[in-house]
């Protein structure tokens, strides 16, 4: 099973609501990653998780607060967002650690609409 | 800095009309290289990965074969369900992060 979920496929939001995207894996993978893609770009890497750690953060501006509450979950909260980080977010994970080598599984993502 | 640069932007095809996507890149030491497709609004699902120089993977249409600075895409006789974006990926020996390529847009028409 080479499959990663997310949920909700579409979201919209006002620039004061709080909301959170989630993300499931159930392939074993030790390593989960948050991406921004913006139409007719490729995917921009945010956050990586590592052992359900924050590893890696790509400056990303606080109001987006990533979460791994365990191996198989990764979520973003979102807060106080701008109408530019309306985008496609896709969660990845991939079997090991991005250091060593890296073949990451991509969700369907999750299309953001922010007003 | 490290590039990945894919070619053509676009590839329009008739279906049946075989064509080969380009993905060069300028890392030395390569990790790996990725391919991806990916559908609009969808996220990239996951194709192949090649590591060493000589390397050939195949999947149904898709044949990825890599050399010391390239890798070719190869899609054999395609339909139109073979209509996407594809995207090329590298992994730097001393970067912990993938540098993807802006990708090749494939339409193929009936």
């Known amino acids: 099973d080479t499959e990663v979920t997310q949920t909700p496929k579409h979201l919209v939001m006002g620039m004061t609501n709080k909301k959170s995207l989630k993300c499931e894996q159930h392939m074993g993978h030790r390593a989960m990653y948050w991406y921004k893609q913006k139409a007719k770009k490729p995917p921009e890497l945010m956050f990586v998780y590592s052992y359900e750690k924050l590893s890696i953060n790509e400056s990303v501006p606080s109001r987006f607060s990533p979460e791994c509450p365990n191996s198989s979950l990764l979520n973003l909260h979102l807060h106080a967002l701008q109408p530019e980080d309306s985008a496609l977010y896709l969660c990845?994970?991939?079997?090991?650690?991005?250091?060593?080598?890296?073949?990451?599984?991509f969700g369907p993502g999750t299309r953001l609409t922010v007003l | 800095e490290d590039q990945v640069t894919q070619s053509p932007e676009a590839l329009r095809l008739q279906e049946g009309e075989s064509s080969s996507l380009n993905c060069s890149y300028t890392?030395?030491?390569?990790?790996?290289l990725f391919w991806y497709r990916q559908d609009p609004g969808k996220g990239p699902e996951f194709l192949f990965t090649l590591y060493s120089a000589g390397e050939e993977k195949e999947k149904e249409r898709l044949k990825a074969t890599l050399t010391k600075k390239e890798s070719f895409l190869h899609i054999t006789a395609p339909k139109p369900e073979d209509s996407a974006t594809y995207l090329c990926a590298v992994h730097p020996p001393n970067d912990y992060k993938l540098s993807f390529g802006a990708g090749t847009t494939v339409t193929v028409r009936a």
């Open positions: 990845a994970s991939s079997q090991v650690d991005m250091i060593t080598y890296n073949e990451q599984f």
């Open positions: 890392v030395s030491g390569l990790r790996g």
